[in-house]
């Protein structure tokens, strides 16, 4: 077999986008892959009655369309350069209408502001933008007044005036002051109508099946974000708003219309927090009445480095709902009653993308098993799928795929269940080193599906373990319940982890033990060689390592920290701090490695620079690798330069403290 090489993901194809239209027998959806010499992602639009496909026009590196009809699409583009700084410079959007049937493109609708077409209504187009209150100006001044504002706008790109939070969202930039409004477009008069007031934040939006009644979450931004939202409706004949929901006790993850109902997925987050997994309500008579207790998760938490772009996650058909949710290292399907049963309808061995219902079948894209992303078939009333592409047939044909074995550590109370990667040509007489794989969240899971940077790893020779300690998803709120714990029993996991893996597997060398990890991951990376000294090197990414100082630097610091350390800068000093990793920098001796972004703002890099600091000063061996213009998704869908480098570097460095 072949030796996987570390810029193999550029040869791997992304799938996302999945949309069908009304009639349900025509899908369409998105092919990426990455162009390391442009350095970005180019993008293919792709049709499919579920059974064959056909390339239908390559969209640049653009990624957006929805169905204008049953035969024709519009997409989000801009045919020429003239049109790409039209939409740079002058802050519209263009979109051109793709005929399924003659495979002709022609221009469509070309918009005074950065609108998205989210539905289209009769003679009228649901629009969605984000803009300040003086952006406003780009569709109601005249041609020469919107002239002249863009040029004084220019004027302040230097600067931001900012007076709420969050004043900047990681992949998004600065956001304050900006607010997700919703318009209506008039086909016929070319008129824009605004449907909310310019202060106020859109969330969710949905549309009755007979295209009447608009139903949107959202409330008024007044200085901080708030976690709970209410929910309005707008009526297209009466031309009124009502407000339907207005109370502040639900964060709400999703509304479904169902039949003549609005049913949604909320939770009062009193139990366990700002994590708890929702249940079912039924809104009605400006109340949320409880449809079922559900306290699982719904949508897909399975980490992944070969997915870019999303897909919806739920189906209505009829009076029943179907969605994806994540189980213990895998997902499934569960359907939802408006009774309020729940059933599981389907258990895929991986992870489901993006699902969707046409011609009378299911559909998905997935990662099943060591596969890249494909197109699938679900039927689920024999628990059987059909992969219908072959979009990554050949891309590791020949090519060493370590099967992961699984390896359950178990205690008294719980148990973690985790992975191990064999290195390629394993020999058992043979020694070979280890490393510990931590993931991000900390509410997410590993699962048995393809991951590259670890496959790359035990292809280098490496052994290779990853689990689900407490923290993770996929087995209840009370599991995945951290808050005010961390470093203590999601540590011992790992370590009793580890140490399980190493008596169960002699061939591994324990002198030549290495631990890395990602947003979370990097924070227990942090916290491990603060506490142990037991592997040889580590590489910290995109981590967390002073809680007082994430607090009010992260776009989610100023809820997030409070919730997950118990504690508050003001009031909880010593105990922020005392879950922060920096606290143990005198007990570091193991070479540490960071890699961050400067423009993760998830994870802002000053966690970064705080910790290597100190390390340089006490003359611990340490390495920080900035990357410029990156985000806190480098890993996943970085730029492909970037991405070469990230995992260049951290093999290296292992590779660098190697016993000699």
Partial sequence: MNTLRLDHFLDFRFLSGLQTND??????FLVAKA????????????????????????????GSYLFESDDTLLINFQK????????????????YRYDLNTQKLEHAYTFNFPATIIKVLNQKLLLKATLTSDEHHLYLDTPEQRKKWLAESKKQKAYEDINEIPFYFNGQGHVANQRQQLFLYDIETKTVKSLVDSGFNVGIVKVTDDLKKIIYTGSEMKGIKRLTTHVFSYNLETKETEI???????????????ADRIIVA????KDFGINQNPDFFVLQHKKLELLTIYRGTIGNTVGSDVRLGDSAKDVIIGNKLYFVSTVDDHCQIHSLNLDGSIKMEFQFNGAIDGLIYANNQFYAIGQYRQKLQEFYQLNLQENRLLQMSRFNQNVLKNVDVSTPKEILYKDISHVVKGFILYPKDFDEKKKYPLILDIHGGPKTVYGKVYYHEMQYWANQGY?????????????????????GKYGTIDYDDLMKFTDLVIEKTPQIDTEQCFVTGGSYGG?????????????????????????????GTSDIGF????????????????????QSPIKYTKNVKTPLLFIHSDQDYRCPIEQAMQFYTLLKEQGTETKLVWFKGETHELSRSGKPQARIKRLTEITSWFELHKKN
């Fill in 35 to 62: 162009n390391e010499k442009k350095n970005d992602y180019a993008y293919d639009l792709w049709q499919s009655d579920g059974m064959k496909h056909r390339k239908l026009i390559s969209l640049k590196n653009k």
């Fill in 244 to 258: 339907l929901y207005h109370e502040d006790d639900c964060s709400i993850q999703n509304l479904y219309l169902i």
């Fill in 523 to 551: 924070f227990m990376t942090n916290w491990i060689v603060g506490h142990t000294n037991r592997f040889r090197a580590a590489v910290t990414q995109r981590s967390i390592s002073n809680w007082l100082s994430f607090h």
């Fill in 559 to 578: 809820y997030f920290s409070k919730d997950q350390t118990d504690g508050h800068p003001l009031t909880d000093l010593d105990k922020l701090y005392e």
């Fill in 266 to 269: 909320g939770t009062d987050m």
């Fill in 80 to 95: 020429t350069k003239t049109e790409e700084k039209k939409v740079k410079e002058e802050k519209m959007s263009i979109y």
């Fill in 23 to 28: 009639a349900k027998n025509q899908l369409c």
């Fill in 463 to 483: 052994f290779v373990c990853y689990a689900n300690p407490r923290g993770s998803d996929g087995k209840g709120d009370a599991f995945a319940d951290i808050r």
